[in-house]
């Protein structure tokens, strides 16, 4: 009969400050808490690194520990990360494939670095499983099963979004996680296809559990409900597209579309709201929104946090996500869940998240945002519809209490596949 792990260490050292992992550590964060309420008889150990140790004190619990593993002060620098970081300088100047080769290359370093810097620290725990919810299996040891979430393979599928340093480092964690864990989760159906096809993998390596944190925002505390006033946006009079800036999120043809919109029948008073960090892609897309003749129609108010978002979304007329690629596309969940009417693209894994609860358009096409945005506006029977079949949509991506028993049984199911298949899961598998 299979068991929980009575001890678990979680790689954490991916966690950077703030939120420049983006959704994957709202869901980590979120998925530790449940997995320490749910399986209070299981100690998981987070391996941190020194950025980040302190923030992630907030886990802590009676079930819940940290241990810090890297970047923690050395006596003198060590010879492979001065090269690392050397290497890393002159690759700029390198071509492209001799970048993508210098990043595996470099990968490779860092990894034996760390393990060797490690040594046997899973047994030194006690560990009876290792899971990477960032996909690395950096800290893997012979014979102790793992198991790794993959939330995309992006790069895969849209290359010239990325650095071919960046494309051979992900590469490289891709293919080590292939290879030596016991178990990968896929985020959604779209990513399980993706990574098995990619992966050459059988099929009973790889299993699809969702991320159910569709209340997040809808449960926030201290809702601010005077924000859309702050911004001057008055209520029901905006749609919203809450994206970081990346190349993939398609401000662009937003920007296009939303101007198409604006000449054929979108009132004069509707505005379109960009959320995200401020930084160099935000200020060329604000200059391209002033050279459309669209300044004052489009609003980029910065990182919205999570109650203020939750208000932000409650009161507009409607969220827009245009985006290209995405592993599940959890904002889509979120807007439900609020009672607000979504649009988004046809994409990836999103038709699979949205299922029947959103209007689908082809994020390729302008002129289909642009219908999508003034169906959302200018049909309010369509859009009544839209937020009841969203909400019961979003009840079923609720229960992060489920989410985290989906991924106590995959953990049982990894340790039971490295029992009958011990050659599988650790370090040199």
């Keep these: 009969m299979m068991r929980d792990p009575n001890i678990v260490a979680v790689d954490l050292t991916p966690v950077l400050p703030g939120g420049e992992n983006g959704g994957a550590k709202v869901f980590v964060l979120e998925?530790?808490?449940?997995?320490?309420?749910?399986?209070?008889?299981?100690?998981?150990?987070?391996?941190?690194?020194?950025?980040?140790?302190?923030?992630?004190?907030?886990?802590?619990?009676?079930?819940?520990?940290?241990?810090l593993v890297l970047g923690a002060v050395q006596p003198a620098p060590a010879r492979p990360a001065l090269w690392v970081r050397v290497a890393h300088r002159l690759a700029r100047y390198l071509p492209g494939r001799i970048r993508a080769l210098a990043s595996r290359v470099g990968y490779r370093l860092m990894r034996h670095r760390r393990r060797a810097e490690a040594m046997s620290l899973l047994r030194d725990i006690g560990a009876e499983l290792l899971f990477c919810p960032f996909t690395a299996p950096t800290y893997a040891e012979p014979g102790v099963p793992v198991v790794s979430v993959v939330h995309d393979l992006q790069y895969l599928s849209y290359p010239q979004f990325f650095e071919a340093a960046d494309i051979g480092h992900r590469d490289q964690v891709f293919r080590a996680a292939c290879n030596e864990a016991t178990l990968l989760v896929a985020i959604s159906d779209y990513a399980r296809d993706s990574v098995i096809r990619q992966g050459a993998l059988a099929p009973d390596r790889v299993r699809t559990i969702h991320h159910r944190l569709g209340k997040r925002l809808a449960s926030a505390g201290g809702a601010d409900e005077s924000v859309p006033a702050r911004l001057g946006l008055a209520r029901g009079r905006y749609l919203v597209y809450p994206a970081n800036f990346w190349k993939h999120k398609n401000h662009e043809m937003l920007l296009t579309a939303f101007g198409i919109a604006a000449h054929g029948g979108l009132p004069q008073d509707i505005r379109?709201?960009?959320?995200?960090?401020?930084?160099?892609?935000?200020?060329?897309?604000?200059?391209?929104?002033?050279?459309?003749?669209?300044?004052?129609?489009?609003?980029?108010?910065?990182?919205?946090?999570?109650?203020?978002?939750?208000?932000?979304?409650?009161?507009?007329?409607?969220?827009?996500?245009?985006?290209?690629?995405?592993?599940?596309?959890?904002?889509?969940?979120?807007?439900?869940?609020?009672?607000?009417?979504?649009?988004?693209?046809?994409?990836?894994?999103?038709?699979?998240?949205?299922?029947?609860?959103?209007?689908?358009?082809?994020?390729?096409?302008?002129?289909?945002?642009?219908?999508?945005?003034?169906?959302?506006?200018?049909?309010?029977?369509?859009?009544?519809?839209?937020?009841?079949?969203?909400?019961?949509?979003?009840?079923?991506?609720?229960?992060?209490?489920?989410?985290?028993?989906?991924?106590?049984?995959?953990?049982?199911?990894?340790?039971?596949?490295?029992?009958?298949?011990?050659?599988?899961?650790?370090?040199?598998?």
Excluded: K, W
């Design 31 to 67: 998925l530790l808490r449940g997995l320490a309420a749910q399986a209070p008889q299981t100690r998981l150990v987070l391996l941190t690194r020194a950025e980040t140790h302190d923030e992630l004190a907030a886990l802590d619990g009676p079930n819940v520990e940290r241990r």
């Design 272 to 429: 379109l709201v960009c959320t995200g960090a401020p930084g160099a892609r935000r200020d060329f897309l604000a200059q391209a929104a002033d050279a459309m003749g669209l300044g004052s129609r489009v609003v980029f108010p910065g990182y919205v946090p999570t109650g203020a978002l939750g208000a932000l979304l409650g009161n507009s007329a409607g969220m827009v996500f245009p985006s290209l690629y995405e592993g599940f596309g959890m904002p889509v969940i979120e807007a439900m869940a609020v009672g607000v009417a979504v649009a988004c693209s046809n994409a990836t894994s999103l038709p699979e998240i949205a299922t029947g609860a959103a209007l689908l358009f082809d994020p390729r096409i302008p002129g289909q945002i642009a219908a999508a945005m003034l169906a959302l506006v200018n049909d309010p029977a369509r859009r009544a519809a839209l937020v009841a079949a969203g909400l019961e949509r979003a009840a079923g991506f609720s229960d992060a209490g489920r989410m985290a028993d989906e991924y106590r049984d995959a953990f049982r199911q990894a340790m039971e596949q490295a029992s009958v298949r011990p050659g599988r899961g650790g370090a040199g598998a």
